[in-house]
């Protein structure tokens, strides 16, 4: 199993571009999350999904989208980036039965110019 | 403000020295997760304590669980430099989300 996989690791946008952060998992987790890591404040919830086509709105999710089509994919779209969207992000993934075992994939590192 | 507070932000000690780094809250949860972090990596979970008063030990690390559920403590004896890294306390709410802690930065120079 490759676990949780995201591309790209890197990127880096100008102000007002667009653009999808891919994460996927293939262990059959029904439960999937997005986070933003920034320094001195942990990791905060963007959005999360308990299955396919349920979505819902964690901490932070001004200026983002998601969907989930399918139990393996969860992008992340940035719809018109700012420079307060640079951060790293993460996505993980945890089965229904045990939510609070999330497994995370190796991040991707946004700079919004 | 967060619902998880960890304490200290930073510790930096000498290899085979102790360390202690603190979860607070003022709520009651039905576990409590920590993760720890590598550089350029997501967390990796260690350890998810359930039970009030609640003791785990992970090789030289040992995770205690508050009697009221809502603080835990991880201690770590003799550390080593592989022991470096970004320590995360979680917790899950009801709605499933989630929260954790800012984290605590640990450096064991060798």
């Known amino acids: 199993n490759a676990g949780v996989t995201q591309t790209p690791k890197f990127q880096v946008l100008k102000t007002g571009q667009s653009m999808t952060l891919q994460c996927a998992q293939d262990m059959n987790h029904e439960y999937m999350s997005w986070y933003r890591q920034d320094p001195g404040m942990g990791l905060r919830l963007i959005h999360y999904?308990?299955?396919?086509?349920?979505?819902d709105q964690g901490e932070v999710p001004n200026g983002y989208n998601v969907s989930r089509s399918t139990t393996e994919d969860f992008p992340l779209r940035l719809l018109s980036a700012a420079p307060s969207q640079t951060s790293v992000y993460f996505c993980a993934s945890s089965t229904r039965l045990e939510p609070d075992t999330q497994y995370f994939g190796p991040g991707t590192r946004l700079t919004v110019l | 403000t967060q619902l998880l507070e960890q304490s200290p932000q930073f510790l930096s000690i000498q290899e085979g020295e102790n360390l202690t780094v603190y979860c607070n809250s003022s709520?009651?949860?039905?576990?409590l997760q920590w993760y720890r972090q590598e550089p350029g990596e997501g967390p990796v979970l260690l350890v998810t304590v359930v039970t009030g008063g609640e003791v785990k030990k992970l090789k030289r690390l040992t995770f205690q669980f508050g009697d009221a559920r809502k603080d835990s403590s991880l201690h770590i004896t003799a550390a080593q430099p592989g022991d470096t890294g970004l320590y995360l306390c979680?917790?899950?709410?009801?709605?499933?989300?989630?929260?954790f802690g800012a984290g605590t930065t640990v450096t064991v120079r060798a």
């Open positions: 709520s009651v949860f039905s576990s």
């Open positions: 999904s308990v299955g396919a086509g349920i979505t």
């Open positions: 979680a917790a899950l709410s009801n709605d499933y989300k989630l929260s």
